[in-house]
């Protein structure tokens, strides 16, 4: 139990009432938590001595009308239950106050059910997109015992039920922290979802909410029919019908393969749409059903239907048409593709695999589905096919050169994100559909190809140490210092483990972005589906080591705020007198 938990009683008294009456206010201890006693309108009123917002002695506050006002961000409370007017500082403790004659005591009073008080307190941080109020809340389900998933489960119903555009950045970076919490060292983990849980109130700030369309009633249309249906609403951009025809199958039209073979269907019928987003998002959708339970299908997957609809084609961007029609390269290959990795039978090794990664980033357009046409005759499934191109994403990060204008690394990490969604689902689901997906995928690597000019080499470094990584992310130039050392440090027969886990902590300890977030678990899922000590398993992290030392330092503020949030929890005190 927390220190700001106890339910105690001071042994001491506050002090006397003549003392209180002269002064105005005594300060006093129940068990570790200071408390001020202030004398007003005739009768003494105890209060928790720390402001919740940053810890300011209250004592030194203005007391009047039945309140109190700290000095610092002049929050105001409530002196009879120690609550806020102001939401954003977080309530305060009230405490009872007794005269024994003319001592005064002063005694807790019971905090209830603090874990209902806790959930309560972290939707409404989520509806007022309070950080200090997330950490808090989020510090305090965790010291209770409250598992990652319950937490996870509170903020994705909030997060599906208040933006009306639907499925955005904050439930894409909530279920990337959950998918890797995990690997992170333990004074990390509620980092991770404060940094979900932040970016998922981010991100509905100011939204309307969401309200999905139900199932057609009494329905008796086919799984079949109704992908066919999904799949022509969705082409012909009609939102709403495409939304209803989905909800017709998840509730029990089709099967659960089906409603995925559907949606991903779909996002492939065209290429690369939304630069990549709407792939990554429907691939989140169904991950963060393994964290929530499949009784959410409905409002999760519902979610990215708008969004699919709506998405850009890069069939209609003249980078993708012109010098070369690359639309047209893969139409040539693409059922030639399919009927290739049907054929497959899975045996094609991880250097073969390599071997074809390394091969795209150099071909030219009309040598990328031949490439991939060759490997799956020689045994790749579409597993493999999916798992060489994310890897061949990954190694444009790797060898992305830092001439570039700094904005590139967007373009890389897109591509990059994009095929590991595809492998994600490919694992998952393998349908001929996703082959278009990977071959997509394939092309948009090559279309990346002179983000790779100059190619970026990787250094090797001897007795490389994951100590010498904690500079790369103090000052600004370290990048190949940074890839060198987690190479070599992986070549050498380093643990990932301790790798991963402060590639974590580092990004969490900035002020990360979006693709940050998406970077690091994409790293960590790419490199867990390769064997261990392979260069399939190093590239993906010294990738992620590169894009995070391109990237840092920032100012940190997220990650003091969360900690100041735990030493508030903890009771610790945060401001001295001189
Ligand atoms: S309002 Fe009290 S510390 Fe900020």
Not at 74 to 93: E, I, K, M, V
Not at 221 to 227: D, N, Q, W, Y
Not at 333 to 344: Q, T
Not at 469 to 491: N, P, Q, R, T
Request: glycine share 8%.
């Amino acid at each position: 139990m927390a220190a700001t938990d106890e339910l105690v009683i001071a042994d001491e008294p506050a002090g006397s009432l003549p003392e209180l009456r002269e002064k105005g206010y005594l300060t006093t201890k129940v068990g570790s938590i200071p408390v001020v006693v202030f004398w007003h309108e005739d009768r003494p009123w105890a209060i928790e001595d720390r402001c919740p917002h940053l810890g300011f002695p209250l004592h030194r506050g203005s007391v009047e009308s039945g309140m109190v006002t700290c000095h610092w961000h002049h929050a105001r409370f409530d002196l009879s239950s120690g609550c806020t007017l102001d939401p954003w500082a977080d309530d305060a403790r009230g405490f009872d106050v007794e005269a024994d004659g003319d001592l005064i005591h002063v005694k807790a009073r019971s905090s209830g059910d603090d874990v209902a008080r806790l959930h309560r307190r972290l939707k409404e941080g989520l509806e007022e997109n309070l950080t200090l109020i997330v950490a808090k809340s989020v510090h305090g389900l965790l010291d209770h015992g409250v598992p990652p998933a319950e937490i996870v489960r509170t903020a994705a119903e909030f997060g599906l039920k208040n933006r009306s555009q639907g499925w955005g950045s904050g439930l894409t970076t909530l279920t990337a922290m959950a998918n890797v919490v995990h690997h992170l060292d333990d004074d990390d983990k509620a980092l991770a979802l404060v940094h979900g849980l932040v970016e998922l109130a981010s991100d509905t700030a100011g939204r309307p909410p969401r309200f999905p369309l139900h199932a057609l009633d009494d329905a008796t249309v086919s799984g079949e029919r109704l992908a066919e249906w999904y799949r022509r609403f969705v082409e012909t951009r009609s939102a709403d019908s495409a939304e209803r025809a989905l909800a017709t199958a998840v509730s029990g039209g089709a099967t659960p393969e089906q409603v995925e073979g559907m949606m991903f269907a779909a996002v492939t019928d065209h290429v690369y749409i939304d630069t990549g987003h709407t792939l990554d998002f429907t691939n989140k959708a169904f991950e963060l059903l393994g964290h929530v339970g499949a009784g959410a299908a409905p409002d999760v997957l519902s979610s990215v239907v708008a969004q699919t609809s709506q998405a850009e084609r890069s069939e209609e961007l003249s980078s993708w048409r012109h010098p070369v029609d690359l639309i047209e390269q893969m139409r040539l290959v693409e059922l030639d593709l399919i009927e290739a990795v049907s054929a497959a039978d899975g045996t094609v090794t991880p250097v073969a695999l390599v071997a074809l990664a390394t091969q795209l980033l150099d071909a030219d357009a009309d040598q990328i589905g031949p490439a991939l046409l060759a490997t799956a005759g020689a045994g790749a499934n579409l597993e493999q096919l999916a798992r060489a191109v994310a890897l061949a994403g990954s190694m444009r990060i790797l060898r992305f050169h830092t001439q570039n204008d700094h904005a590139d690394w967007n373009i890389v990490h897109h591509a990059f994100t994009f095929a590991n969604g595809m492998h994600q689902a490919c694992k998952r689901n393998p349908t001929d559909e996703l082959a278009r997906g990977v071959l997509h995928s394939a092309m948009k690597v090559h279309v990346d190809r002179f983000l790779n000019v100059p190619v970026a080499r990787v250094r090797r470094v001897e007795n490389a140490s994951l100590a010498d990584l904690e500079a790369c992310w103090e000052a600004e130039g370290h990048v190949d210092e940074a890839g060198a050392i987690v190479s070599s440090y992986l070549e050498d027969g380093g643990d990932p483990a301790p790798l991963i886990a402060m590639l974590g902590h580092a990004l969490l300890h900035e002020d990360s972005g979006f693709h940050w977030y998406q970077l690091f678990e994409a790293s960590v899922r790419h490199h867990e589906a390769w064997p261990t000590g392979s260069d399939g398993a190093r590239l993906p992290l010294v990738a992620f080591a590169r894009f995070l030392a391109a990237h840092t330092p920032t100012r940190r503020e997220r990650s003091k705020l969360v900690h100041i949030a735990a030493r508030l929890r903890r009771g610790d005190a945060l401001y001295e007198e001189n």
